[in-house]
């Protein structure tokens, strides 16, 4: 019997393996595409990169110890964001990708915070296995921290998908309430929440 992966929190040093697999584990994602513009494998992994920094400064993102897979959570308390490096973190990524990508990357944080739920919650920004590994329990193994830390808060767990699919993966992990939403010009998408346990 194979033994359980080994999630450990990330850190600095994970974030090129880190950020080269979610570009490559969403290279079809629907919403990504639409942020990007296309499989711009360079552009994604900065935008990857761009929100892993600061959730490993936070203690919020965890991997397999061999950066196979990925979570990384958000704790919206009711106060607020975000740590010291957060507003240069996003000019760099916007000067390394351009207008055209942060036009859309706006268009789609706007959609999305027109019906973002109420704080405070766990916020799963982003949950990624290499392709090569899906269907291994990876995802679910890296998700159980954050889970975790929610269930000790007591708060709901949300995150928002474009891909149908992906509601069902979910709600065998307790996302089971599905909002709908609409990104104009982009995929139709969903906010799904999990209950504390």
């Known amino acids: 019997m194979d033994s359980p992966p080994l999630v450990r929190a990330a850190t600095p040093a994970d974030v090129d393996a880190v950020s080269g697999m979610v570009a490559a ?39 397999t110890d ?6 990384m959570w958000d704790r919206k308390a009711l106060d607020g ?13 916007r000067a390394d990708v351009g207008e055209d990508i942060w036009s859309r990357l706006e268009a789609y944080d706007a959609a999305v915070t027109a019906v973002a739920p109420e704080r405070p919650y766990w916020y799963l920004g982003v949950l990624a296995t290499h392709p090569d590994l899906h269907g ?37 992990r307790g996302f089971t309430d599905a909002v709908p939403f609409d990104i104009p010009g982009g995929p139709s998408s969903w906010w799904l929440r999990r209950r504390p346990v």
């Open 25 to 63: 584990a969403f290279a079809t994602d629907p919403a990504w595409s639409f942020i990007i513009g296309g499989p711009d494998r360079v552009a994604m992994a900065a935008f990857a990169r761009t929100l892993l920094v600061g959730r490993i400064a936070r203690g919020t993102a965890w991997v």
């Open 81 to 93: 964001p975000v740590d010291d490096d957060h507003s240069a973190r996003w000019a760099a990524f």
């Open 66 to 71: 061999d950066c196979s897979a990925v979570a």
């Open 136 to 172: 291994g329990g990876l995802a679910t193994a890296v998700l159980r921290p954050g889970l975790s830390a929610a269930d000790a808060d007591g708060w709901d767990c949300w995150l928002e998908t474009s891909t149908p699919g992906n509601k069902a993966f979910y709600a065998g």
